[in-house]
Structure formats: structure tokens, C-alpha cells
């Protein structure tokens, strides 16, 4: 509420307040007196007449001025009315009010005095009526004005008032003199006057404690807010999320090697350079607000690492499942080097430039150029700006209110808020069944149960989780494993339309169902970050996505691109674009080896791993995809028999199962026979090796749980070699140690 929004009610209530006090009351058996200016409203329509006849007389007068024939057709009905009302012969007799006779009061006389009230805008009248004595009893049957009416009227009631308080007095005992009754008048006079002070008072009492608690809950709001400040000051402070340095006029001009991201491939170009450039100095260009940090553990191990009740937590450490300890971060911040030094460091070092985008590269010059336009030069620069997760349309376009209850997952803040909600027993809902969604599910019903927390749903099309890495038994049996360890599994399913509830989401699924969730977390996969390639002139796969490079990951001279952002030519696979994390390790670590001078051509194989709880982990090499065929062979808890899986390759008959055989059974035997299996069968696949073939090649392997064989896996698909049984194969692996 403004101050003009009291001022206003405060003269509001000061006219309440006079309208009160002027409703004077005389008695029970005397009729309401009207108010003190209705001996006005006769002297507005004598006015009224007035200003009319001058206004006819002065547009007459300008007709017959400038059309004098036509002055005979002129006529003023008002004017000649008014000449008849008027007594020429007696230029000081007053002026009528309007009557409805045509015929002036006989017996009227002037006044001798005249009110002040009825000289507003009667200057060229030189006598008229007076309030105080208007007309007397008699005049009431000859004049015939409503307003003279209501005057007399009025006259007539005070002057029978006046007579019977003073008969009263007169008998009254306390032997008064009957002055009272005649100075009763002046006595209501006074106490209306009284109040109209009283209410004129209490009404400025009044505004002035609405402009008092306006004001106060002003203050309080500016309070909170600026409070809310602070504390989002802090925690910035305490996560590092603080633009360092402030202005980027304190960056250096030039740099040997620049990196544009602040991801796991930036930094692994960081140490390659350094090792190969002792006195390397690097500057990063990061657009968050943090140092640099892995992003694998956010899903995973932190979930199941007691942290302290911090928000944020300032250090992210997590225990492996190992048991060991490390931190979230690569390095302290003790490690960098501010950007205004780096140029005068001795030894060289990284710098981060934290909460700075790049705009536009120039690879002919050598140029990048930041969003508020400083222009830093080079000599070799990384492109390493990573991916960003998607969101679903139907999310994104629908309105704030529903927006502020969705959220994607891909940083430590997300980590934050998601653990604020958990700490809160909400329920939530994870749409997508991909590495994020079930790992984040299963980490989010272990931290439920834990804590004795809400619900947690997952939403998904597709039959099982994880259906584009695991072929389809192994898909449905994991998820039979996650709706074990407390998580809501929703297949084939997808939201139709999301509503907010009061404090809730309402989601209508396409199958009929309907979920009520405090907060949606969207992992549906990301896209590449590649806004540079158009101001920059850079190629990017229509397909696949990230910037294209060639097998040196040059995407021009002296400018590479690593890390999810790179769309790479596999000598063995054809042209990929990986998003894992060890893939980001390798091929920032080859981008940093050629930026100081080693051209070696990228020919990894690059590997990923996933944990859905303590009870299932993975790691996969190659090419891993559910619609090719796959050979599954597993060493059940008995560790008697193995069980071969032959899927087809054809995507329609994916439906198909491929049956247990004996561990000496090969593919086309069991491509022969077309024996099927049951997955319910099986209590439980415990190790094994999946292979997944192209035209009779290994090309993926996948290692359930069976970790630290990942070097033998890459050895077997860099022989780009058939193999006539695989269950020997699968023995190389020790899958029964």
C-alpha cells in the first residue's frame, strides 16, 4: 500500500466523519432538518439561469453581428423569462431564485445583511437573502421556490423547538430562566462542531496507524528481502559461487593455452599440458561459479556418504565403494592461481575464470571473445564446454508456477536443493530411465529409507530401466531389483499434463494414472553445449551433435574441442559422441598432449560404469547398445551353470529370449534351437559378461558386476576379430573367481 493509498482513506474517513456529524437529530416527534447547504442548491440554479441567458445573449448577439438578416429569427425564451422576473423599476430589488411562477414576491424584502455563503459567484447581485433569515412563516404560502420550501420549512421547525424549550424550562424546577431553549440552537452548533473535530481527529488517528503499519510491514518486507539477500550472499560465498575476478577487465590479455569450460576435460587438458610444460600457464573460462569438480558422484556414492546438516556443504567428500575418501573436487582452491597473477607467475599454473562465457572464437586470429565483449588472445585453445540436460517440452512451456516445482540434475546446487527435499520427506519423481534417472532413483530411495523419507517414483516409456544399454531380461530383472529397494517403478508410461496443486504437482500419466509430487526431476539426456560453432564458423554433426573434429579432436588449427562437446571419427566404430566420464578423462587428456605439440590420433575405447545401490554395478566398453545383438554369459550363485543369451538383431523381435545353454553351447546353437527363457526363472544373474555384436564383431562389452576387467574387454574389441564361441571368450574374464 503507497502513502497516496492512505492519504486517500484518511480524507475518505474525515468526509465519513463530517457526514456524521452533520446528521443532526432534534427529537423524536421532529422531522430530520436538511442540511446546512440546502439554501445553496436555489442559488446553483439562479446561477445556472444566469450563465444560460448571457450565454443565449452573447450568441444572439454574435449571429446577428455576423448574419444580419437572420436577426429576427433569433429568440431567447430564458431572457424574456427573466426580464419578467426581474423588477426593473427597482434596480436594488434581488434577483429570484427559480420559481415556477412567472410573477416576483410581493411583500419580499431585501435583507441588510447579506451571508457570506451566498456570495460564491453572485458578485453582480447586490442584494440577496440571507440563511439566517430567509423567509418567515408567512412567506411559505406566496413563494413557491422547492428551495425557499425547504427553508421555511426548516425556519418553522427551529422557531417551534425554540418555543417548546422554553415552555419547558419555564416548569422546570431548578428555577433555570429558559434561556437555554433560544441558546439550544447554538449549543447543537457547538456540539456538532465538537464533532466534527472528534471525527476529523479519529480519522487522522486512524490514517496515520494504517500509514504507521503500511510503513512497518514495508520495512519487515524490505527486512526479509534483504535478509533472503544475505544468506544467498553467504552461500554463495561458502559454494564459491561468486564471479572470480569480478570484472574480466582483471583477465589477462594474452594466454599460451586458453580453455573454454570448467569440466572434467578441461582440467585433464590442464594436467597433460602441464606435464609435458612445466611453467604452462592456463587460463580456464568457466560459466559456473565453482572450481572444477566430477559429476559421476552426484548421482551416486554422495547419496550413501553421511554429510553434515550444511546447505550448502561446503566440502563434498564422498567414501567410495571401496572405502576410500576423496573430495568432489580435483583440486583446493589453494591450488589455482588468481587470473590477475598469472601472468606474473614464475612457475605458470591454472587460473579459473569463474562465471564467464565465451561468445566467439576466432580461429584465424586467435581471438576469443567474451559475452560483454574483452577479447583475450591465444596460441592454443580447448573447447571443452561439455552438455547441458535436457528438458521436456511440456515442462519448459508450461507456466511459472509449475516451472519452480521442476528441476533437471546435473550440478552440486541441484544436488542441494534435491537433498533439501529428500531431508523433507517430499515426494518426488524422476521421469527417464537412462543412467541418471535410476541411479538417482535408487540413490533417492536409500536416502528415504534411511531417514525414514517420502516417496519416490520413476516415470518411464520403455519397459524396463536402463532398455537402451541392457537387453530387455536384464532390463526388467534390474528393475525388479530397484522396486525392491523401495523405489515406485512406473513403465511404459509417460506424463500427459502437469497442474500445480496447492503445493503440489498434479501428474496425469497417458495410461490413466495420476501422481501427486512435490518436485519432478527431468533426466532425459542432454544435449551438446555448441552455441559457439554459428559466431565461430564451426562444423557440428546434424546427427549426432558436439563440434566436429578430426582424429587429433582439431576441429581447426590450433583450436580442439574434448569432452562431450566433441563429435570424434572411430577408426573401429565410425564417428561417435561419447558422454561419460572416462571418455572426458582421455580425450581432454590426448587434446592437451597435442596442444604442446604431440598430434597423436584419438583411438581409445572409451569406458562408463554405473551403480544402482551397493547390490548392482557395471562397466561397459565399446559400442553398447540394446538393439544389437548381445550374448549374455552369467555364473549364477551356484556358480554351476552359465547362461547364453542370443538376442536377434532385427529391433522388431527384440521380444524374443534367448534360453539357458550348457557353458560349452555356442551362439548358433542356440540361434538354432530358439529355445527361450524366462527371466523369472532365475533368482538371480549374478556375474557375467554381455557382448554386444555388429556383423559378427565384438564391438561392446559389458561387465556385470565385475569390475577392474576393463582393460581385457578393450583388448578384445581393438582385435576387430569374430569369434566362434564366446562362452570361451567369457572365461577370460574369471567370472566364477
Known amino acids: 500500500m503507497s502513502i497516496l493509498s492512505v492519504r486517500y482513506l484518511a480524507q475518505k474517513f474525515i468526509r465519513q466523519a463530517n457526514i456524521l456529524a452533520n446528521r443532526r437529530v432534534l427529537g423524536p416527534t421532529y422531522q430530520r432538518s436538511p442540511p446546512a447547504y440546502a439554501h445553496l442548491r436555489s442559488a446553483h440554479s439562479s446561477l445556472y439561469q444566469m450563465v444560460k441567458k448571457r450565454t443565449l445573449e452573447a450568441r444572439s448577439k454574435m449571429q446577428a453581428n455576423k448574419y444580419p438578416n437572420n436577426q429576427a429569427c433569433v429568440t431567447t425564451p430564458i431572457a424574456s423569462e427573466y426580464e419578467a422576473n426581474v423588477d426593473t423599476t427597482n434596480p436594488a430589488a434581488p434577483i429570484p431564485f427559480a420559481t415556477t411562477s412567472t410573477t416576483a414576491t410581493a411583500n419580499y424584502q431585501a435583507p441588510s445583511q447579506v451571508d457570506p455563503l451566498f456570495k460564491v459567484g453572485f458578485a453582480d447581485c447586490k442584494s440577496i437573502c440571507s440563511a439566517k433569515e430567509v423567509l418567515k412563516s408567512s412567506d411559505c404560502e406566496t413563494h413557491t421556490s422547492a428551495a425557499a420550501m425547504d427553508v421555511c420549512k426548516q425556519k418553522n421547525v427551529c422557531e417551534e423547538f425554540k418555543r417548546k424549550r422554553k415552555e419547558t424550562s419555564v416548569h422546570d424546577d431548578d428555577g433555570s430562566d429558559g434561556k437555554d431553549g433560544e441558546d439550544e440552537c447554538e449549543c447543537r452548533l457547538k456540539d456538532l462542531r465538537f464533532k466534527c473535530l472528534m471525527g476529523a481527529l479519529a480519522a487522522l488517528l486512524a490514517g496515520g496507524f494504517l500509514a504507521w503499519l503500511v510503513s512497518r510491514l514495508t520495512d519487515d518486507s524490505e527486512a526479509k528481502r534483504q535478509q533472503e539477500e544475505n544468506d544467498r550472499n553467504k552461500r554463495n560465498l561458502i559454494s564459491g559461487l561468486v564471479t572470480s575476478p569480478p570484472s574480466s577487465e582483471s583477465l589477462p590479455k594474452h594466454v599460451p593455452y586458453l580453455i573454454i569450460g570448467g569440466g572434467t576435460a578441461a582440467f585433464s587438458a590442464f594436467r597433460a599440458i602441464k606435464s609435458n610444460d612445466a611453467t604452462a600457464k592456463v587460463l580456464m573460462i568457466s560459466n559456473e561459479f565453482r572450481k572444477p569438480y566430477m559429476r559421476p558422484p552426484l548421482s551416486k556414492e554422495l547419496w550413501y556418504t553421511p554429510n553434515p546438516n550444511e546447505d550448502p556443504i561446503k566440502d563434498y567428500r564422498f567414501k567410495q565403494w571401496t572405502g576410500s575418501e576423496r573430495s568432489l573436487f580435483f583440486e583446493p582452491d589453494e591450488f589455482f592461481v588468481d587470473p590477475e597473477n598469472l601472468a606474473d607467475s614464475t612457475n605458470g599454473g591454472i587460473s579459473v575464470a569463474q562465471g564467464f562465457a565465451v561468445k566467439k572464437v576466432d580461429a584465424q586470429k586467435r581471438v576469443v571473445t567474451l559475452n560483454d565483449g574483452y577479447k583475450i588472445e591465444y596460441n592454443t585453445c580447448l573447447i571443452a564446454t561439455g552438455c547441458s540436460p535436457k528438458n521436456l517440452p511440456m515442462f519448459r512451456d508450461a507456466s511459472p508456477s509449475v516451472r519452480e516445482k521442476v528441476m533437471v540434475y546435473r550440478t552440486p546446487d541441484d544436488f542441494d536443493r534435491l537433498r533439501r527435499l529428500a531431508a523433507e520427506k ?265 557382448f554386444y555384436l555388429k556383423n559378427d564383431k565384438v564391438v561392446g562389452i559389458l561387465l556385470w558386476n565385475l569390475f577392474n576387467r576393463i582393460g581385457l574387454a578393450r583388448t578384445i574389441i581393438n582385435q576387430n576379430a569374430k569369434y566362434d564361441d564366446l562362452n570361451e571368450v567369457a572365461k577370460l574374464f574369471e567370472i566364477h573367481a
Open 426 to 690: 517430499r515426494s518426488i519423481t524422476i521421469v527417464g530411465n537412462g543412467f541418471i534417472g535410476s541411479e538417482l532413483a535408487c540413490s533417492l530411495a536409500h536416502y528415504a529409507k534411511e531417514n525414514n523419507g517420502g516417496k519416490v517414483y520413476q516415470v518411464f516409456q520403455e519397459d524396463g530401466n536402463m532398455s537402451r544399454v541392457l537387453p530387455k531380461y536384464l532390463s526388467r530383472w534390474t528393475m525388479a531389483k530397484m522396486e525392491a529397494q523401495g523405489v515406485c517403478v512406473i513403465p511404459n508410461a509417460s506424463v500427459k499434463s502437469a497442474t500445480r496443486d496447492n503445493n503440489n504437482l498434479k501428474l496425469e500419466l497417458n495410461n490413466g494414472m495420476t501422481l501427486m509430487s512435490d518436485v519432478v526431476v527431468v533426466c532425459v539426456g542432454c544435449s551438446a553445449n555448441t552455441e559457439l560453432a554459428s559466431p565461430s564458423h564451426l562444423e557440428v554433426d546434424r546427427s549426432l551433435g558436439g563440434f566436429v573434429v578430426n582424429a587429433e579432436l582439431e576441429a581447426r588449427t590450433n583450436l580442439y574441442v574434448a569432452g562431450d562437446a566433441s563429435c570424434f571419427y572411430d577408426p573401429l566404430l565410425g564417428r561417435r559422441r561419447v558422454e561419460h566420464h572416462d571418455h572426458s578423462v582421455v580425450s581432454g587428456r590426448l587434446a592437451g598432449e597435442n596442444m604442446t605439440g604431440a598430434k597423436k590420433p584419438y583411438q581409445h575405447q572409451s569406458m562408463f560404469w554405473s551403480d544402482l545401490g551397493p547390490e548392482i554395478g557395471y562397466e561397459g566398453i565399446g559400442l553398447v547398445d540394446s538393439s544389437l545383438p548381445t550374448v549374455g554369459v552369467f555364473a549364477l550363485p551356484t556358480n554351476v551353470a552359465k547362461r547364453v543369451d542370443k538376442l536377434p538383431e532385427s529391433p522388431e523381435n527384440q521380444s524374443s529370449e534367448s534360453a539357458p545353454t550348457s557353458s560349452n553351447a555356442s551362439v548358433e546353437k542356440s540361434d538354432k534351437d530358439g529355445v527361450t527363457c524366462n527371466p523369472d526363472e532365475s533368482e538371480n544373474y549374478g556375474k557375467g559378461v554381455i
